[in-house]
């Protein structure tokens, strides 16, 4: 087999490895446990992809997100490595046929999600596998005190069982020391050799700046460079609004959020990763496994969960290790939305009970009683059924997602999406009649920008009020239109898919998930103090301070951001 460096040249054309790569593949190689907590960027994935293809069988790869599973599947086999994911897409039949390529096609990577490890046919199907290597990416999601806490995370000891024998190594970009020996314990990592990277990037300048206008401090911070930057936003409708915004003043940008499918994901990274477009505005499902190098500004224009969250988002500037600079804005009202949403996102233990028990009523289902169905749900209708708050009920339905009580699909399509598709001459000829799908047709040409060109959010709403006609009306002209290939309508949807996952036995779920849920939000509040502390300290060294926060000392002062610029009377940005 080829030897390390070999590959790296080979597959990656690089003719060194970064510290302390190196040292981590041969512990790897030597059949040890290992943790890896390096920050972001710092090249974590090479790590097991190296040690993996020196040795005979499959390296198993756990991670969370289909997107990430994705970017590193194409990687691989853009170098001619052979991957595959076992997403949900696949029926049985493909799953089948997938560990049948894995076992006779040589293939050298599995991807899966924590989620699709808990199925005994999956797990039987692994069994059967010649295993070199498992790997945890993004393990901090197993910790309760993780920012990202996942607890199908808790049932990859499983895989111990399966194949007790093979080498594990748990991955991680933000970890502090609770967390990491919670990860250890949880995994059941044997004697895991730690390594541990420094989060200090001494070409990052950090500036966190108090604004009353944050949006025009935007304009002019991306106006100031003329190379790739990230604005981060709080909301999927913010991303749409700075977008437009932005380009309303001649700024190249596209938008970035979890709501969009896979088509648009994929035709905003690429002009952005192109530099079609200069700026790319997100929410923070934008960046995990997204590697471009130089991206020289990245600005918050909203507060960030958590520290962990922020570091994350900050480390996506300069990976090139050139200079580049990080803008936290805020004011006093960024603050209180902050703390105020925060708080609505803490709901107790017996609020979830009592979700629970109303959701159970609703679909009437008896005590001792488990469902096989799968429910069509829809949330608001809930919540007004029982004088709930909205926002409350979404929360405590998320924790009884989290603690496997309940399962439901927390990503229904909310927004109305249009493209058009027919000729200019079809599309006049449309007009020219006097119906309401013409009329429908020339309100959407008059309101919305770029419709040819991309999927349109859309308000049927606002153009029913418009056109002073029923909402009803709207949508059945637009599914018209549709039908007859004017334009692809895709409707938004309120309702959810929701399956229990235990019988009813309100007590005694209640007494399951007491602890959990108590545990996570005494988490989330000591993370959204750990931040709001960091904004609110402008006398300490914004780098000393996050260092701190995880456990690392910095011995002098950073002389770059924004506390030491002020103490040395150099701040020249006045926002």
């Not at 030897?3 to 040292?23: I, V, Y």
């Not at 990859?156 to 991680?172: E, G, M, S, W």
């Not at 939000?521 to 260092?547: A, E, P, W, Y």
Request: proline share 3%; hydrophobic share 35%; with cysteine.
């Amino acid at each position: 087999m080829e030897k390390a460096l070999d590959l790296l040249k080979k597959h990656w054309g690089f003719s060194s490895f970064r510290e302390p790569q190196e040292n981590i593949i041969n512990t790897v190689i030597s059949g040890k446990d290992v943790f890896v907590l390096l920050p972001t960027g710092a090249g974590k994935s090479l790590c097991y992809q190296i040690p993996a293809l020196m040795s005979e069988g499959v390296c198993l790869v756990v991670s969370p997100l289909i997107a990430l599973m994705e970017d590193q599947v194409k990687s691989l086999e853009e170098k001619g490595i052979k991957a595959l994911i076992l997403s949900s897409k696949l029926n049985r039949h493909d799953t089948i046929v997938a560990f049948d390529n894995l076992i006779y096609g040589n293939y050298k990577f599995l991807y899966l999600s924590p989620e699709k490890l808990q199925s005994e046919f999956i797990q039987e199907k692994i069994s059967q596998l010649s295993l070199n290597i498992i790997a945890i990416d993004e393990a901090h999601c197993i910790s309760q005190w993780g920012h990202d806490f996942r607890s199908a995370y808790l049932k990859i000891p499983v895989l111990n069982d399966l194949h007790p024998d093979i080498p594990k190594i748990a991955l991680t970009a933000t970890a502090t020391k609770q967390v990491k020996d919670d990860v250890i314990e949880n995994l059941k990592l044997i004697s895991p050799k730690v390594y541990t990277g420094s989060y200090y990037r001494n070409n990052l300048h950090i500036r966190v700046l108090k604004t009353e206008d944050i949006r025009s401090a935007v304009l002019r911070l991306v106006r100031s460079i003329d190379a790739p930057a990230i604005v981060y936003v709080g909301t999927r409708k913010n991303t749409i609004q700075y977008a437009r915004f932005l380009n309303g003043h001649q700024i190249k940008a596209t938008y970035y959020h979890g709501g969009l499918d896979h088509d648009q994901k994929s035709k905003s990274l690429l002009e952005w990763k192109s530099e079609k477009t200069k700026i790319m505005v997100a929410t923070n499902a934008f960046g995990m496994g997204i590697d471009k190098s130089n991206v020289r500004m990245v600005i918050h224009a909203h507060l960030p969960m958590s520290t962990e969250n922020y570091i994350q988002e900050i480390g996506r500037a300069g990976r090139d290790e050139k200079t580049s600079q990080t803008y936290l804005l805020y004011n006093d009202n960024i603050i209180y939305e902050s703390e105020r949403l925060s708080d609505k996102s803490i709901v107790s233990p017996e609020f979830c009970r009592s979700v629970y028990s109303n959701l159970n009523d609703f679909f009437q289902i008896a005590n001792g009683e488990l469902s096989d169905k799968i429910f069509n749900f829809n949330l608001q209708e809930f919540a007004l059924r029982y004088d709930a708050p909205y926002i409350k009920v979404y929360y405590a339905l998320n924790h009884l997602h989290h603690e496997d009580i309940i399962f439901y699909d927390q990503n229904p399509n909310k927004i109305s999406r249009i493209r058009l598709i027919e000729s200019s001459s079809k599309l006049i000829q449309i007009q020219s009649s006097q119906n309401i799908q013409s009329k429908v047709l020339q309100m959407l040409l008059r309101t919305y920008g770029g419709i040819h060109e991309q999927y349109i959010s859309i308000n049927e709403s606002l153009i029913s009020s418009k056109l002073n006609i029923s909402k009803a009306q709207v949508v059945q002209a637009l599914q018209r239109l549709d039908l007859d290939k004017v334009l692809i309508y895709k409707k938004s949807s309120d309702t959810l898919k929701l399956k229990f996952l235990v019988p009813r036995e309100d007590n005694f779920v209640y007494q399951m998930i007491r602890s959990n849920i108590s545990q996570r939000n005494k988490t989330k509040k000591v993370k959204s103090k750990g931040l709001l502390d960091l904004i609110k300290n402008d006398r300490i060294c914004r780098q000393v301070q996050l260092l701190h926060y995880f456990d690392e000392e910095l011995k002098r002062p950073c002389g770059n951001c924004d506390v030491c610029l002020k103490k040395k009377h150099k701040l020249i940005i006045n926002t």
